[in-house]
């Protein structure tokens, strides 16, 4: 009964979208407002039938209904709740339509919200992101489809994947990498609608600004997410190593900062309209590549899906997209004409362009790195690899070019300025570099590119808390706000550009902390007997002895070790290693021990018939910075997207009279 109401759902679904892509097209050719309205019902419909047919999979999930075929591959009786709702997305199948849920939801959220606005562009708009859902809408129907009724269902199932059971992170990392990979449609709408519109106006960009920093600032999370997941559960010390799945998440980010810093030069300056709706076609093209990377078996990556029948598929679609966006610019780009140029080498917009130049850069650098194994393969049949040192070699000159130009930009005026202007903004900051240069040689950097880094870092850190916080001083040297007053405005009119420091600040945290742990890690590898002991740098590691967990879904052998720091104990650690019942191989779980310093981090490697404990161990110095500033990257994120009526009160408050000179409305003044 479940796999045919599934069925059924997912087909109406695809049927709602078909009709409602033709309606949109249809609306914007002849200019038909009735048929725009029916769009938008069938927009609605596909909305709530995908999410139906999610709700449906994780009723049959949970009440382990093997007659569905996906329930048969993927469910259990013996595996805890949460990982049997997890199972959604734990298998191609699954994650396929647990991806047209996310897209229904933007889908009718996009609807919704821009109901009574863009008349001019809604009809393609509506139309392209229909059709995208056609496409999905087929996949779940046909070749991914995971409601096929099963003759003979048997009594259980052998669970989800073991190493999506390992750690918590799975409930969060996978959705929150989908609401950034399925969202950028909404943007690609947007952006194909302003080319066959020919008009890219303030309110359509002020809409495709804040429909890309949702999927953005998602997608960050997800990344992130990804890595601490790594880090977690697989055991190796580290939480990037860039695995080919891995460069396919991080393609459309990089895309899509460029065309965030973009925009905010059309708004500014009205230059850079085709350059910034290249971008956001070329972010969703790079989402759906990564999609065939993970989910058509091309690659052998611990985060991607087993062999599969779509990758064809998803080829065809991917170059189906290709082609139109090409066609597209080509015939329709010169209608977006620019509203000024760019008059001075040494403005804040010349070097946004160069950001963008050298995000580009970065994303070729990691595209062909990814790619280049596969060509070489299709077309000479050998098999090679592209490994660490060369996106090393070449990503960490860009990323510290891109640190440097984050903090040289905002300190530079917009438009026309004298050298001497020039010079009195780009000097200061020297200060803030040099301090924390010094400060990180004294505590020992010594690697060629951790000194740039921190060079670079310090650079921006000054430039970005001043920036931050010039509002309030300019508000404050007026004297008509109180203190309380002017820092209420960095949440009130003023937030979107606060906000946009507040990303600057966590993403110079990020940078440092990956060129600290990454140049600075200690690592140990050892036997020890129960009672033996070793030393971690300043640690001491006592392996006390092991004991071990019976679950319903498996058997743990955990060890204990003890971890002092000269006479004072830190506490006892327990790195394991799981059984997994329906699984041969085990799968350890390491042990990790946070401070604002640094981690200790235990990897158990194999227990002996003597007990003797394998043991590798690590110490991973401000790698808990990263996953901190990323907090700061998204509250930055929340606070320049919020739509100002939720801020009403602190908008009112700050509605003072402000001096001569004061600071620029937010939508005027941009961060970088």
Known sequence: MNAILGQTLVLLALLTAAVGSVLGFTSGFKKNDAALQWARRMAYAFSALMIGANVLMVYALLTHDFSVSYVAQVGSRATPTWVTVVSLWSSLEGSILFWGAILGLYVGGAVYWSRNKHPEVMPWALGILLACSVFFAFLIAGPANPFHVVPNPPADGPGANPLLQNHILMVVHPPALYLGYVGMTVPFAFAVAALMAGRLGPDLLKSLRQWLLVPWMFLTVGIVLGGWWAYEVLGWGGYWAWDPVENASLLPWLTATAAVHSI???????????????????????????????RSGVFNSVHSFTQSDIGPTFLGFLGFGLVFSVLLLAARIGTLEAEGRIDDA??????????????????????????????????????????????????IPLGVALLFVMGIGPALPWGRSSRQEAVRAVL???????????????????????????????????????????????????????LGQA???????????????VVHL???????????SSTHKVTAETTLPPGGSTTLGPYTLTFLGTQDRVEPHR?????????????????????????????????????????????????MMSIDGKGNLGLR?????????????TAIIVLGSLLSMWPRRSLATASARSRQPVAAGGPAPDNVEPAA
Do not use: C
């Open 346 to 395: 040494k403005s804040r917009e010349s070097f946004f362009l160069v950001q963008n130049l050298i995000f580009v850069g970065l994303t070729f650098t990691v595209l062909i790195g990814t790619v280049f194994p596969l060509i070489v393969e299709a077309v000479k049949g050998v098999q090679i690899s592209v490994g660490e040192p060369y996106f090393n070699r070449m990503a």
């Open 506 to 516: 966590g993403v110079v945290l990020v940078m440092v902390a990956i060129g600290v």
């Open 428 to 482: 200061p900051p020297l200060a803030g570099a040099a301090v924390v240069t010094a400060i990180g040689v004294a505590l020992g950097a010594r690697s060629p590119w951790l000194i740039l880094t921190l060079l670079t870092g310090g650079y921006t850190l000054q430039v970005t808390l001043k920036e931050m916080f010039l509002p309030v001083r300019q508000r404050l040297k007026g004297g008509r706000n109180s």
């Open 555 to 603: 058997r743990s052998t955990i060890a204990q070790v003890e971890v002092k720091k000269g006479t004072e104990s830190l506490g006892i650690l327990e790195p394991a290693m799981n059984h997994y019942f329906t699984r041969r191989e085990p799968i350890g779980t390491p042990a990790v021990h946070s401070t604002v310093k640094e981690d200790i981090y235990l990897s």
């Open 487 to 501: 820092l209420t405005s960095l949440v009130g009119p003023g937030r979107r550009r606060f906000g946009g420091y």
């Open 264 to 294: 905010l030069v059309v708004e500014r300056k009205g230059i850079l309209k085709g350059w910034t709706v290249t971008l956001v076609l070329a972010t969703f093209l790079l989402t759906i590549l990564g999609t065939f990377m993970t």
């Open 617 to 629: 161990a690590f110490l991973e110095p401000m790698v808990g910075w990263i996953w901190f500033g």
